[in-house]
């Protein structure tokens, strides 16, 4: 973790730094007269991520003034948060990224100066509430400038990317006491014994029992998908899998639990509305938290391929928080 702050304090010390330097890559972007700018959007978009918890994290902007002499007098330079510009930016950038909510953000200053015979505003601060997001996913917030001297316009707008990541889980399982499996690819009802390898078994409470896809009558590959009933639409964080274990050292097993997988989730369990894709390690327990948490009922787990990339596949419980 500090090195990654490491890396993004770096980051914005060099942009920052650019007031001050004429850069070439400046040059080749500006215009031959002095114009004002955000050196933060020199990097677009300008990336972030902080650990979510309740404190606060805070990025540095401000504004800076190009040109081959110092202002003679002060520059007056407005920022705010213009919503609408994330749509341009997905639209040029082919990605989908919502806004950064409002309420998770705040602008230190929206009115600073460039003072006369300097080259950049103070340094602001935008602060950052981790805490108030609801996912791990990339949130995008677009921070504009105004001002009545000249703007590079492709230096207008700073696009900053957030996201968050926890130290560990702060949800509470979700109660598991309804639900139902409605769905599944296949399922060794003989294999395992009369009290294994069904679907069932991954929602039993047992980690020593499990489901396990076909391998005794016939042996199906890939995808392999279970689906389930919650009974009640909710707010969904994410899922935890857990892996079938050897039953003589207790040690995950070598192959067989899901690998790559989709999680897929649904209000009426027709129409799945979310889809995210992850690559897991062959961990006992696997949490997965999703980008965008969800109000959903159903949840459909695709296993694309399992561990050792064998033909069938494994899964001793999962649970959702």
């Known amino acids: ?141 677009p921070v504009t400038i105004e001002t009545g001297m000249k703007v590079n316009e492709k230096l207008r707008t700073a696009y900053f990317l957030i996201s968050g990541r926890y130290a560990s889980n702060p949800f509470p399982m979700l109660n598991r006491s309804s639900w139902n499996i409605t769905g599944f690819s296949s399922e060794e009802a003989t294999g395992e014994g009369a009290a294994n390898g069904h679907a069932i078994h991954a929602l039993d409470g047992d980690t020593a029992t499990f489901w396990s896809t076909r391998w005794k009558a016939s042996k199906p590959g890939p995808p392999h998908y279970i689906t389930i009933d919650t009974q009640a639409e909710q707010k969904i964080h994410g899922i935890t899998i857990t892996g079938r274990t050897d039953k003589n050292t207790g040690e995950v097993k070598a192959t067989g639990n899901p690998k790559n997988i989709i999680v897929e989730l649904s209000r009426d369990g027709i129409a799945w509305s979310y889809s995210e894709s992850f690559t897991l390690a062959n961990d006992k327990v696997s949490t997965i938290y999703l980008a965008y948490a969800q109000q959903a009922r159903f949840v459909k787990l695709t296993v694309n391929t399992s561990q050792g990339d064998i033909y069938l596949t494994h899964i001793a419980e999962i649970n959702a928080f």
């Open 1 to 141: 973790m500090k090195i990654k702050l490491l890396v993004f304090s770096l980051a914005a010390a060099t942009a920052w730094s650019s007031c001050r330097n004429d850069s070439e890559e400046l040059k080749n972007i500006s215009d031959s007269t002095a114009v004002v700018y955000m050196p933060q959007a020199v990097i677009s978009p300008a990336v972030y991520s902080f650990e979510i918890s309740g404190k606060s994290d805070s990025i540095v902007y401000g504004a800076c003034y190009g040109g081959p002499h110092s202002p003679s007098s002060d520059i007056n330079v407005k920022f705010r948060v213009d919503a609408s510009l994330t749509d341009h930016f997905n639209s040029n950038n082919f990605t989908s990224y919502p806004v950064l909510p409002e309420g998770s953000y705040e602008l230190e200053q929206s009115v600073a100066v460039i003072p006369a015979g300097r080259f950049s505003t103070a340094p602001l601060n935008l602060v950052v509430h981790m805490d108030k997001l609801d996912g791990v996913g990339n949130y995008l917030l």
